[in-house]
């Protein structure tokens, strides 16, 4: 098997394990869970922007799966895992932050495999 295909299988098997966590992730704020209520409200974010967040993780999730929005997907979601992991880091969870960091390594992997900027129409 050549490099490329490595990279490929690679970047398809954290493309699928992302949008299924996202997807989790996603689900208990789309559906108003009261611990996401009461977590983003001891943030000091506004109210429902649980369900924004959850939104863009629903729409980064999908777009992993697409094969040309995966890549812009990817860079849409470490944004979001960046925010993540500062929102952790301000409010003295220090422990919390290694999950937005474990996604955002496995999301540099997609970004860096799909560029985006570089995508090809014959992929």
Not at 48 to 73: K, N, Q, S, T
Not at 78 to 91: D, E, F, P, S, Y
């Amino acid at each position: 098997m050549n490099e490329s295909k490595v990279k490929n299988r690679i970047a398809w098997t954290a493309q699928i394990i992302l949008a299924v966590l996202f997807t989790v992730a996603a689900a208990g704020k789309l559906i108003s869970r009261p611990q996401w209520i009461e977590i983003f409200r001891k943030w000091g974010f506004p109210d429902r922007f649980y369900l924004l967040i959850g939104a863009l993780e629903i729409l980064g999730a999908v777009g992993l799966l697409i094969p040309r929005l995966a890549g812009y997907a990817a860079c849409g979601l470490i944004i979001l895992m960046i925010g993540a992991a500062a929102t952790h880091l301000v409010n003295g969870e220090g422990l919390q932050v290694l999950r937005p960091v474990v996604f955002l390594l496995l999301l540099a992997i997609v970004v860096y495999v799909r560029r985006p900027w570089t995508f090809k129409q014959n992929e």
